[in-house]
């Protein structure tokens, strides 16, 4: 069982940037890939970003793609979302994902989640 808890969400203004983390109680943590989703109310779970078990591959919707980058540190047993130029339409829950094998970008391929971290970007 992998136990997800993100932290550092909040309140930034457009144009702003905020850094989300999601740290991991398994110690086979390394050996699962890891994505973000998001969920604006009243829309459904959509993909954000996800990265490898090794790090050396990363993903992004194409509505983030040079604003958002996604980072784990296996050692810490880590993931981080540096999100920079925030927008009003980024505003939403973000939840961090863990799965084996390959990263994906549908929600119902992982199975571990943890409880989200609100975001809001004011305009």
């Known amino acids: 069982q992998v136990q997800l808890v993100e932290s550092g969400g909040g309140l930034v203004q457009a144009g702003g940037s905020l850094r989300l983390s999601c740290a991991a109680s398994?110690?086979?943590?390394?050996?699962?890939?890891m994505g973000w989703f998001r969920q604006a109310p009243g829309k459904e779970r959509e993909f954000v970003a996800a990265?490898?078990?090794?790090?050396?591959?990363?993903y992004y919707a194409d509505s983030v793609k040079g604003r958002f980058t996604i980072s784990r540190d296996n050692a810490k047993n880590t993931i981080n979302l540096q999100m920079n130029s925030l927008k009003p339409e980024d505003t939403a829950v973000y939840y961090c994902a863990a799965k084996t094998g390959s990263p994906g970008s549908y929600y119902g391929e992982y199975d571990y989640w943890g409880q989200g971290t609100q975001v809001t970007v004011s305009s």
């Open positions: 398994e110690r086979t943590f390394s050996s699962y890939a």
């Open positions: 990265v490898r078990w090794s790090g050396g591959r990363t």
